[in-house]
């Protein structure tokens, strides 16, 4: 006798589908239970109701000859089918899934894709997907909802008269699927293979039979179908032999409707319909939300609460609903708790709505492949998971030093950072390492994950370089990837990015990206002595990449605008340091000097690289001190353009003014030039001396002043006369008359520019001197001893930044505001002011100011935007015009060539 059958259709992960389907479980008492899932995973079933089983939790399948075929079903405490399992476990009811086995969705061949009608016309893949998917989110969508669980427990839960329940869903779902197109495909097969199991357990159940699965199937599996037919779609299914198990899950992995998510749009309201008796759901809502902004520190008063509840409830009713939901909560929470900025509630909104639930799997159940390893490895080199921190150093000449070693940066490879380097940067080329542990639970779930890439970490780790290979697109991305492959000593990965570099470095004609990747290269270089590797190959790439990128320097150095200027010195200075720490000579070296030569010596080059190839050579002892007191003077001649000449300045002496102290040659040709400036020119350039000599401390300075000005305690205790002092006195002597015919100012205003461009010294300047120096000294600093932690002296109050850069307007024209300008983001990071409307209003508007703006505008407070788009406007008038002002220009030359070729016709 067949037993009695009833269908329940349920939403996956909806708290509402689940409590509904616990009464309705609890009302049939069925013997049985059969819940959509892989069939031949439901040994796995029972143990869910473990008591030491924490959801979420995801049921792992993955191909036994080759974990990385992997599949996940994540589950929640609400989720129906985990609350139907729970319950099965606790009457004693037997519980097994139903859906397609997971041997037949992981072998290497396709499922059986046969139609269920071969005449069946191919589905609409927007509408058909979305029934599919979600086809309560549908209904809720023709009701005026926002989402599907809102509408589930507004029409079905909270109904006072709700009726039967499942009976009215599947009545619902059959008028869907009737305008829908036929499933077919795997879809076919799955309700296939349920409609047979089914048949099986009613045939065999003493007792009645509940059938757990997705409301889409349940017309499909209430109809009368044919076994042979069902049979003859499975026929030739695949096998692969797979292995099962649970693994840890988080709550923001079920927010994912990609992958191996669940597409819970919001996990942690979910949880908070469960957990909460249905009277309390509305306050102690808002009251988490409270406490979330107390947390992040807004104010939030107890009235406030009391208005957004009563907002909520006057909103459901003006919507005729018969309990606030979600939106209206939502809304309520904004305009009340918020004050309206939607910005506030955004910084909450992923806490309070997702959460940072993390999953838990007992000791007895088997571990996922990576997690078994990970265990093993723990094991073995004795390293205990903690949840507090604990400082690790490490010997690498050690063989479990290295091994240790190995396994974190293993892990750090597949973002589960359970070590943190705490002395990356001294670490490199040396034998010890410190790192700071701390295991946190979600990083099980992490490395699970990662079961894609391969069943250990070893394999995994270097999988996910190979990918990471593929998809680098410069020499440096690619650079840095071999020096982690090689860290983590995975032998094959490295032997494929190197391959993979030394291709990118025969395709790019880049010099910048050459230069950019010699850092990484050498960091590889003396890493792997430190670990006894072979880098003979490295070694050989990296001197082609010098050598490469050295021929292609001049011709790169030429034309550059102040942007592309800059960012190419700092590439330069770092290819330099590098080829410094490796130690390379010979040819290589060579060449790497005649590029800075040529460059030093082109008269189309950036003066701001000339400088600084200069600055380069002169601190490798490449020519000799005389030689380059001479090209700093030309450098510095009255006969040169001042923008040439401060721009060779600054890039010779950026991080270098302590050579004024020792070097008598440069400080004299470095004073001739300061004073032989126009008086509104040295002001303007006053920026370009402070940012210079910023790196000097007090001290310093002291010594420099003393050093121009000859005074009795000059600073260099233990220092002789030169002996050469009797052939550089004449031509200093011939220099100062020279100065003194041009009438160049040489005591009083030679003081004063000095103490101007250096600053920290300012009581013996006047009052208006005083206050240009304080405004520099604001943003470049004085030379106090804490100065490098701390450059400058603006605060984060946006009143006194703005009142900063008012100063600054008034000492500097609209130019030198801009560099100033972005020095002061650079330094000291006001991005963040610009969230104000005062500040945003005092700033000179430019191009990197626009770029500043747009990078903020999801975070940029309503009340700010409108004074955003005002300097946003203003800077794409300036730009409109300079663009129809030069295709004028261009128009106009080329309509004069076209009427001279005609005249000569």
Same mark, same amino acid.
């Given at each position: /006798?067949?037993?009695?059958?009833?269908?329940?259709?349920?939403? +996956?992960?909806?708290?509402?589908?689940?409590?509904?389907?616990?009464?309705?479980?609890?009302?049939?008492?069925?013997?049985?239970?059969?819940?959509?899932?892989?069939? @031949?995973?439901?040994?796995?079933?029972?143990?869910?109701?473990?008591?030491? /089983?924490?959801?979420?939790?995801?049921?792992?399948?993955?191909?036994? @000859?080759?974990?990385?075929?992997?599949?996940?079903?994540?589950?929640?405490?609400?989720?129906?089918?985990?609350?139907?399992?729970?319950?099965?476990?606790?009457?004693?009811?037997?519980?097994?899934?139903?859906?397609?086995?997971a041997s037949w969705r992981l072998a290497s061949e396709a499922p059986p894709s046969k139609a269920a009608d071969d005449g069946a016309k191919e589905p609409d893949p927007a509408r058909d997907d979305l029934l599919e998917r979600d086809p309560i989110g549908v209904l809720a969508a023709a009701g005026g909802?926002?989402?599907?669980?809102?509408?589930?427990?507004?029409?079905?839960?909270?109904?006072?008269?709700?009726?039967?329940?499942?009976?009215?869903? !599947?009545?619902?779902?059959?008028?869907?699927?009737?305008?829908?197109?036929?499933?077919?495909?795997?879809?076919?097969?799955?309700? !296939?293979?349920?409609?047979?199991?089914?048949?099986?357990?009613?045939?065999?159940?003493?007792?009645?039979?509940?059938?757990?699965?997705?409301?889409? +199937?349940?017309?499909?599996?209430?109809?009368?179908?044919?076994?042979?037919?069902?049979?003859?779609?499975?026929?030739?299914?695949?096998?692969?032999?797979?292995?099962?198990?649970?693994?840890?899950?988080?709550?923001?992995?079920?927010?994912?409707?990609?992958?191996?998510?669940?597409?819970?749009?919001?996990?942690?309201?979910?949880? +908070?319909?469960?957990?909460?008796?249905?009277?309390?759901?509305?306050?102690?809502?808002?009251?988490?939300?409270?406490?979330?902004?107390?947390?992040?520190? +807004?104010?939030?008063?107890?009235?406030?609460?009391?208005?957004?509840?009563?907002?909520?409830?006057?909103?459901?009713?003006?919507?005729?609903?018969?309990?606030?939901?979600?939106?209206?909560?939502?809304?309520?929470?904004?305009?009340?708790?918020?004050?309206?900025?939607?910005?506030?509630?955004?910084?909450?909104?992923?806490?309070?709505?997702?959460?940072?639930?993390?999953?838990?799997?007992?000791? *007895?159940?088997?571990?996922?492949?990576?997690?078994?390893?990970?265990?093993?490895?723990?094991?073995?080199?004795?390293?205990?998971?903690?949840?507090?921190?604990?400082?690790?150093?490490?010997?690498?000449?050690?063989?479990?030093?290295?091994?240790?070693?190995?396994?974190?940066?293993?892990?750090?490879?597949?973002?589960?950072?359970?070590?943190?380097?705490?002395?990356?940067?001294?670490?490199?080329?040396?034998?010890?390492?410190?790192?700071?542990?701390?295991?946190?639970?979600?990083?099980?779930?992490?490395?699970?994950?990662?079961?894609?890439?391969?069943?250990?970490?070893?394999?995994?780790?270097?999988?996910?370089?190979?990918?990471?290979?593929?998809? &680098?697109?410069?020499?440096?991305?690619?650079?840095?990837?071999?020096?982690?492959?090689?860290?983590?000593?995975?032998?094959?990965?490295?032997?494929?990015?190197?391959?993979?570099?030394?291709?990118?470095?025969?395709?790019?004609?880049?010099? &910048?990206?050459?230069?950019?990747?010699?850092?990484?290269?050498?960091?590889?270089?003396?890493?792997?002595?430190?670990?006894?590797?072979?880098?003979?190959?490295?070694?050989?790439?990296?001197?082609?990449?010098?050598?490469?990128?050295?021929?292609?320097?001049?011709?790169?150095?030429?034309?550059?605008?102040?942007?592309?200027?800059?960012?190419?010195? *700092?590439?330069?200075?770092?290819?330099?340091?590098?080829?410094?720490?490796?130690?390379?000579?010979?040819?290589?070296?060579?060449?790497?000097?005649?590029?800075?030569? &040529?460059?030093?010596?082109?008269?189309?080059?950036?003066?701001?690289?000339?400088?600084?190839?200069?600055?380069?050579?002169?601190?490798?002892?490449?020519?000799?001190?005389?030689?380059?007191?001479?090209?700093?003077?030309?450098?510095?001649?009255?006969?040169?353009?001042?923008?040439?000449?401060?721009?060779?300045?600054?890039?010779?002496? *950026?991080?270098?003014?302590?050579?004024?102290?020792?070097?008598?040659?440069?400080?004299?040709?470095?004073?001739?030039?300061?004073?032989?400036?126009?008086?509104?020119?040295?002001?303007?350039?006053?920026?370009?001396?402070?940012?210079?000599?910023?790196?000097? @401390?007090? /001290?310093?300075?002291?010594?420099?002043?003393?050093?121009?000005?000859?005074?009795?305690?000059?600073?260099?205790?233990?220092?002789?006369?030169?002996?050469?002092?009797?052939?550089?006195?004449?031509?200093?002597?011939?220099?100062?008359?020279?100065?003194?015919?041009?009438?160049?100012?040489?005591?009083?205003?030679?003081?004063?520019?000095?103490?101007?461009?250096?600053?920290?010294?300012?009581?013996?300047?006047?009052?208006?001197?005083?206050?240009?120096?304080?405004?520099?000294?604001?943003?470049?600093?004085?030379?106090?001893?804490?100065?490098?932690?701390?450059?400058?002296?603006?605060?984060?109050?946006?009143?006194?930044?703005?009142?900063? /850069?008012?100063?600054?307007?008034?000492?500097?024209?609209?130019?030198?505001?801009?560099?100033?300008?972005?020095?002061?983001?650079?330094?000291?990071?006001?991005?963040?002011?610009?969230?104000?409307?005062?500040?945003?209003?005092?700033?000179?508007?430019?191009?990197?100011?626009?770029?500043?703006?747009?990078?903020?505008?999801?975070?940029?407070?309503?009340?700010?935007?409108?004074?955003?788009?005002?300097?946003?406007?203003k800077v794409v008038a300036a730009l409109m015009e300079r663009l129809e002002r030069k295709t004028a220009e261009v128009s106009r030359v080329t309509v004069h060539l076209v009427q001279l070729g005609r005249q000569r016709q």
């Amino acid at each position: /006798m067949a037993a009695a059958l009833q269908i329940f259709g349920i939403r +996956h992960h909806g708290p509402g589908s689940a409590r509904r389907l616990l009464e309705a479980l609890d009302a049939l008492r069925p013997s049985t239970v059969l819940i959509e899932g892989p069939s @031949d995973a439901s040994e796995l079933l029972p143990m869910l109701a473990d008591a030491a /089983m924490v959801p979420p939790v995801a049921l792992l399948t993955y191909a036994v @000859d080759e974990p990385a075929r992997a599949i996940f079903w994540p589950l929640a405490a609400y989720s129906p089918e985990y609350q139907a399992a729970c319950w099965a476990a606790r009457n004693g009811a037997a519980a097994r899934f139903i859906d397609l086995p997971a041997s037949w969705r992981l072998a290497s061949e396709a499922p059986p894709s046969k139609a269920a009608d071969d005449g069946a016309k191919e589905p609409d893949p927007a509408r058909d997907d979305l029934l599919e998917r979600d086809p309560i989110g549908v209904l809720a969508a023709a009701g005026g909802y926002q989402d599907g669980e809102s509408w589930w427990r507004d029409v079905i839960e909270e109904n006072s008269r709700p009726g039967p329940v499942f009976a009215a869903i !599947a009545d619902a779902m059959t008028a869907l699927r009737e305008a829908a197109p036929p499933v077919h495909g795997l879809e076919a097969a799955r309700e !296939a293979h349920m409609r047979l199991e089914i048949a099986k357990a009613a045939k065999d159940t003493e007792g009645a039979v509940a059938v757990v699965c997705g409301a889409w +199937h349940v017309p499909a599996l209430q109809q009368k179908a044919s076994a042979a037919a069902d049979r003859a779609l499975l026929k030739g299914a695949p096998k692969q032999k797979i292995a099962a198990t649970w693994a840890p899950w988080t709550a923001p992995r079920l927010a994912f409707a990609s992958g191996y998510g669940a597409g819970v749009a919001a996990p942690g309201w979910c949880a +908070h319909l469960w957990d909460r008796p249905r009277a309390a759901i509305v306050t102690s809502w808002l009251a988490k939300i409270a406490a979330a902004l107390r947390d992040e520190g +807004h104010l939030v008063s107890t009235a406030s609460l009391i208005e957004a509840e009563r907002l909520a409830v006057g909103l459901a009713a003006l919507r005729d609903r018969p309990a606030p939901g979600f939106e209206e909560l939502r809304e309520a929470a904004v305009a009340c708790l918020c004050f309206g900025e939607a910005l506030v509630w955004d910084t909450i909104s992923r806490r309070v709505l997702i959460g940072a639930d993390v999953g838990y799997i007992p000791d *007895d159940v088997p571990l996922a492949p990576l997690l078994e390893d990970l265990q093993r490895e723990q094991k073995r080199l004795r390293l205990k998971p903690e949840a507090l921190e604990r400082d690790l150093a490490i010997d690498l000449r050690s063989e479990s030093g290295l091994d240790r070693s190995t396994l974190l940066h293993r892990l750090v490879l597949l973002d589960v950072p359970w070590g943190r380097l705490t002395d990356a940067g001294r670490s490199r080329g040396t034998f010890r390492e410190r790192w700071m542990l701390r295991w946190e639970p979600e990083f099980a779930v992490q490395l699970v994950e990662n079961l894609v890439h391969g069943p250990t970490i070893a394999q995994a780790a270097a999988g996910r370089l190979r990918g990471a290979f593929l998809q &680098a697109s410069d020499l440096k991305t690619l650079a840095d990837l071999v020096l982690a492959a090689l860290t983590a000593r995975l032998p094959d990965a490295v032997a494929s990015g190197i391959g993979r570099l030394e291709r990118r470095a025969a395709q790019t004609s880049d010099c &910048a990206e050459l230069l950019r990747a010699l850092p990484p290269v050498v960091n590889t270089v003396r890493y792997g002595q430190a670990r006894a590797t072979d880098a003979a190959q490295m070694e050989f790439l990296l001197a082609r990449i010098l050598v490469q990128g050295a021929l292609a320097l001049p011709y790169a150095a030429r034309g550059l605008d102040a942007a592309s200027a800059s960012a190419m010195r *700092d590439v330069v200075r770092g290819a330099d340091t590098a080829v410094t720490l490796a130690a390379i000579g010979g040819a290589e070296r060579a060449a790497w000097h005649d590029a800075l030569r &040529a460059i030093m010596r082109d008269a189309q080059a950036t003066p701001l690289l000339a400088g600084a190839a200069a600055s380069l050579l002169y601190e490798a002892e490449a020519f000799p001190p005389d030689e380059a007191t001479l090209l700093l003077g030309r450098a510095l001649s009255p006969g040169r353009a001042v923008a040439d000449a401060a721009g060779f300045f600054e890039g010779f002496f *950026d991080g270098g003014g302590a050579r004024l102290i020792h070097d008598q040659g440069l400080r004299n040709a470095v004073d001739r030039w300061m004073l032989g400036l126009e008086a509104d020119v040295f002001v303007e350039h006053l920026p370009l001396f402070r940012r210079a000599f910023s790196t000097l @401390d007090r /001290m310093q300075r002291r010594r420099l002043l003393d050093a121009l000005f000859g005074r009795a305690a000059v600073g260099l205790p233990g220092r002789s006369l030169a002996p050469d002092a009797a052939t550089i006195w004449p031509r200093h002597s011939r220099a100062s008359a020279h100065c003194c015919r041009r009438g160049w100012p040489m005591t009083e205003d030679r003081d004063r520019r000095w103490r101007l461009a250096l600053g920290g010294e300012d009581e013996a300047l006047s009052q208006a001197d005083q206050r240009l120096s304080g405004a520099l000294t604001a943003l470049y600093g004085e030379g106090n001893a804490d100065d490098k932690k701390r450059r400058g002296g603006l605060g984060a109050s946006a009143p006194h930044v703005a009142r900063w /850069m008012s100063d600054i307007r008034a000492y500097f024209p609209s130019p030198v505001v801009q560099i100033v300008q972005k020095d002061a983001f650079d330094r000291l990071g006001l991005q963040r002011m610009l969230l104000e409307p005062e500040f945003l209003a005092a700033v000179e508007a430019d191009i990197n100011l626009v770029a500043n703006l747009i990078a903020l505008r999801n975070v940029m407070p309503e009340k700010t935007k409108e004074t955003a788009r005002h300097v946003i406007a203003k800077v794409v008038a300036a730009l409109m015009e300079r663009l129809e002002r030069k295709t004028a220009e261009v128009s106009r030359v080329t309509v004069h060539l076209v009427q001279l070729g005609r005249q000569r016709q």
